[in-house]
């Protein structure tokens, strides 16, 4: 392995254990937000903002740059330590997270820097980023491409799929869809409240190539990001099998932890636990 | 009752739990109707009636607009549904589904709704609804009620059950006060009077309730004496308690947590120009979204706070006198 790629390993891989530091503070701090959806998509998100996207965060309305979409915008506290590392704002923002006043609002909104559409709604972040790849595909021909994440739950909404029938017909090779594949939505496990398997045979049906990796895993992270983003001859779909919670566990796999705040003992022990892991 | 508001309770469930539990008791009583949930059950607490009833409990996952018209699908046999979800999701994604599938053929489907308002204010603008009622009160055949206490929460449910056709209750996230004593009577197109006065009529429901009550009690420092009503069924509106309080004071202001367009206080203003031109104001959103922040900071900002009711009603009291 070259050395240069050896860094962006290294770089992703201190990004996602950092970006689960940053919001178990947060959601600690302000006892409010959602850790689970947060520790799964850490990995893709580290991959996004530290080599994947082609971004200015010094300029962050560049019109060129590629967009992002957190589909399930719930999940906002790792993409707002995300920002803060890349330096879009100071990371003393952080922690006022859902507070009256903050630019970090309970779910993401467009004024924010460095967040380029509102979201939170489930469902509309994904039919929002085709749009986006419509406009820089077809229209202004700009050609930035569109990355947006989904949760598992968050695909049983219907407009999802009407999305994904879009992006198909106007063969979109420049969009990348990522399903957070972490198993528990609200109610509990994924596949209890609504069955939504075969995730990859559904997409490929719709049209889409795809891939599927282990989402944690940070070289199957980039390889797949990398890949989607080169295909170019239609959309593309990444299934990125995560863990809920993932690196606390008693926070693992639990429908609890979707959106509760820890208490101290929670919290010292969680703190411990992410700091224990291998950087 | 001209009660003491330092008196009153804060109510130990928040009202969608105090729905959901009556749902649940409901069930036994009951063993003809289902519920219906999209994915929050837990935040909705249908999951109580899923655990109790699991043959009657359809989760569909997160999938609203589907939900509401599968209800219409099993409600068009003349089973009655109860789906519950959050407002901002049921009366707008789920909205079509509601009015010309529901409304329209006059289905006995019972809307569970919750974090009506800025009450979901932490959560920000995407889960704040602040339109609910307009949109529901707008569509032919629909009822909608918005309970500001235990009490009227429980009294919700079985108002709804025993309505026939559709009808939309709004709950609220957090915990609110218990406003209403025991002697407290609910029904569709009824009100209460919580507090009475001659020198003006304050109007609202639900979580803004206990703020009039406040602004009633400010007033009452101040020789002014203010009547309370809650109107807790928002449609059909117990047009004659508004009319007979108005035309006694004299003067009126209409608070709630909500859009000022299209709103309680349009509803009302209307009513008045009609049956009884007063000194008028209508407090909610004034055409703006709200944001994410402490709930009693965001009720200031935006302005229904007790002492904003207060001020109000010096305004249209002083403007009567002169
Ligand atoms: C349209 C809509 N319905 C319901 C919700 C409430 N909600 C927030 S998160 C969530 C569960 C999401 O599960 P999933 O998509 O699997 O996300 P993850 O597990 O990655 O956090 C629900 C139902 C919402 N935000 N939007």
């Known amino acids: ?279 | 009752m001209n009660g003491d508001a330092a008196q009153l309770r804060k109510a130990q469930n928040p009202t969608r739990r105090v729905f959901s539990e009556e749902m649940l008791a409901y069930g036994t009583e009951d063993p003809h109707f289902i519920v219906m949930e999209a994915d929050i059950g837990y935040s909705t607490f249908s999951y109580l009636f899923g655990d109790a009833f699991p043959q009657r409990y359809f989760n569909v996952g997160i999938a609203e607009l589907g939900m509401f018209a599968t209800a219409a699908g099993i409600a068009s046999t003349g089973r009655t549904v109860v789906c519950g979800s959050y407002g901002v999701f049921i009366t707008m994604r789920a909205i079509e589904a509601i009015r010309s599938f529901i409304c329209y053929p006059n289905l006995p489907v019972k809307i569970l709704s919750s974090h009506g308002g800025i009450t979901a204010a932490i959560d920000g603008v995407t889960h704040q609804a602040t339109e609910d009622i307009a949109n529901m009160a707008t569509i032919p055949n629909m009822t909608v009620l918005a309970p500001c206490d235990s009490a009227s929460a429980a009294a919700a449910f079985r108002l709804a059950m025993q309505t026939p056709g559709p009808v939309f209750t709004r709950l609220m996230r957090d915990p609110l006060y218990e406003v209403h004593s025991g002697a407290a009577s609910f029904a569709v197109g009824g009100s209460v009077c919580v507090r009475s006065g001659a020198d003006v009529t304050i109007l609202s429901y639900g979580d803004i309730v206990i703020q009039a009550i406040r602004a009633a009690e400010q007033l009452a420092g101040e020789r002014i004496e203010a009547e309370v009503i809650d109107l807790y069924s928002i449609k059909p509106l117990d047009r004659r308690a508004v009319i007979d309080s108005v035309r006694k004071t004299g003067a009126c202001v209409v608070a709630e947590n909500h859009q000022r367009r299209n709103g309680l206080g349009y509803e009302v203003a209307s009513i008045l120009l009609q049956e009884a031109p007063v000194p008028f104001a209508a407090l909610g959103l004034d055409d703006t979204f709200a944001e994410s922040g402490a709930y009693d900071l965001l009720l200031d900002k935006y302005g229904l706070s007790a002492d904003h009711i207060a001020e109000n009603a010096r305004r249209v009291v002083h403007h009567k006198n002169r």
């Not at chain 1, 996602?16 to 689970?36: C, F, K, N, P, W």
């Not at chain 1, 970090?104 to 790849?133: C, E, N, R, W, Y």
């Not at chain 1, 949760?151 to 990522?178: C, F, H, M, P, S």
């Not at chain 1, 282990?214 to 295909?231: M, S, T």
Request: aromatic share 10%; proline share 4%; charged share 25%.
């Open chain 1, 1 to 279: 392995m070259s050395r240069e790629r050896d860094a962006v390993l290294r770089r992703v891989t201190t990004t996602a254990r950092e970006i689960r530091l940053r919001v178990l503070d947060m959601v600690y701090t302000v006892q409010s937000g959602h850790i689970g959806g947060s520790f799964s998509e850490a990995e893709i998100l580290a991959a996004l903002y530290n080599h994947i996207l082609n971004i200015r965060p010094d300029d962050p309305k560049w019109d060129k740059r590629d967009r992002f979409v957190l589909s399930k915008g719930h999940a906002c506290p790792a993409l707002y330590a995300a920002l803060a590392l890349r330096g879009y704002y100071d990371a003393s923002h952080l922690n006022t997270l859902r507070r009256f006043g903050s630019i970090l609002q309970g779910h993401p909104v467009i004024k924010t820097p460095g967040i380029d559409m509102t979201s939170g709604s489930l469902g509309m972040g994904f039919p929002i980023a085709v749009g986006m790849a419509i406009e820089s595909h077809l229209i202004g021909k700009s050609n930035f491409a569109v990355y947006t994440l989904l949760g598992d739950g968050e695909i049983n909404e219907g407009l999802v799929w009407e999305a994904a029938q879009t992006a198909n017909k106007y063969r979109l090779g420049n969009i990348v869809a990522i399903v957070d594949r972490n198993y528990v939505q609200n109610d509990g496990f994924s596949d209890e409240i609504m069955p939504i398997e075969p995730i990859d045979k559904k997409f490929e049906a719709f049209g889409w190539r795809v891939w599927k990796i282990d989402g944690h895993n940070v070289e199957e992270v980039i390889d797949a990001l990398e890949a989607a983003r080169d295909y170019g001859d239609g959309p593309a779909c990444i299934v990125a099998y995560t863990v809920k919670g993932k690196g606390v566990s008693f926070m693992e796999n639990d429908r609890y932890w979707h959106g509760k705040a820890p208490n101290r003992e929670q919290y010292e022990q969680a703190k411990a636990e992410l700091e224990g892991a291998a950087p």
